[in-house]
């Protein structure tokens, strides 16, 4: 599973480095609307007899065996947001900007490997040309223990939490020039927020929009609207972020959700 997260990381990479050195944006994904809030519902049931007849009790307890098994659907994510590591976005920037400020992407990486608990056997390093003078080398890990970066939406769901990281060059001689971090959520657990909890708002729209809210918080910046991403630039720090996601539809990975939040010199 690891290794097919790490091959999709690319595919979103392959399109944000294409998009994003070629012609400046970072829009490969597939968002739509936004929608501005999560909407969350509770069902009560009372009985107005306080003695419950036999039937009574088999219903309740039929009742409760369906409800555990549709809220099994979003266990993953809860599980995952409560075994994460919690990381302001502040300090993802942070050293975002000190790895793509390192001289080679040797240096980047060991400074990568100090910075987060990567699993080491996951380690994928792709290449491919972009235009005739640029050549992008991207080396990818996925994370040993997830990061809560974004926390959780307006109604309190949780968000998908960072599996996985990677920095890139756009030169032959490998100078660093982009970080991202990519969360990963599967098609039940987006199903299940989609149509249980947001009441069909779709669960892409909520988290994307809750990113970008949160960066919008963090920062007084330059912001620029895509169809697909949105941009904010820092010119006093020669950084661009840009935030995008996409549907999966590799394998077994088809239909699940990758969110990418990308981090680059902006001159790139």
Request: aromatic share 10%.
């Amino acid at each position: 599973m690891k290794k097919i997260k790490s091959i999709l990381a690319f595919a979103l990479a392959l399109s944000i480095c294409t998009a994003m050195a070629a012609c400046g944006s970072s829009d490969d994904s597939s968002a739509e609307s936004k929608a501005d809030k999560a909407v969350t519902t509770t069902t009560t049931a009372k009985s107005d007899n306080g003695d419950k007849s036999e039937d009574a009790v088999q219903s309740e307890t039929t009742d409760e065996s369906s409800a555990v098994e549709e809220t099994d659907e979003s266990s993953t994510a809860a599980d995952d947001t409560e075994a994460a590591q919690t990381m302001a976005f502040d300090d993802i920037k942070a050293i975002a900007e000190e790895l793509i400020a390192q001289p080679t992407l040797d240096d980047a990486e060991k400074m990568m490997l100090e910075k987060f608990d990567v699993d080491v056997s996951s380690r994928s390093v792709s290449e491919f040309d972009i235009t005739d003078d640029k050549h992008c080398t991207m080396i990818i890990y996925d994370l040993k223990t997830p990061i809560d970066v974004f926390g959780k939406d307006s109604g309190d769901n949780p968000l998908p939490t960072v599996d996985s990281i990677y920095i890139s060059s756009y030169t032959t001689d490998l100078v660093p020039a982009a970080f991202d971090i990519l969360m990963t959520e599967d098609k039940e657990t987006y199903d299940y927020y989609t149509k249980e909890v947001y009441l069909g708002f779709k669960r892409s729209d909520i988290v994307y929009g809750t990113v970008e809210d949160v960066i919008n918080s963090s920062y007084e910046a330059y912001q620029v609207y895509f169809e697909y991403g949105d941009r904010w630039e820092f010119p006093e720090e020669n950084l661009a972020i840009s935030s995008s996601y996409q549907t999966l539809t590799a394998g077994d990975n088809e239909g699940d959700i990758q969110y990418s939040v990308d981090f680059r010199k902006l001159e790139e």
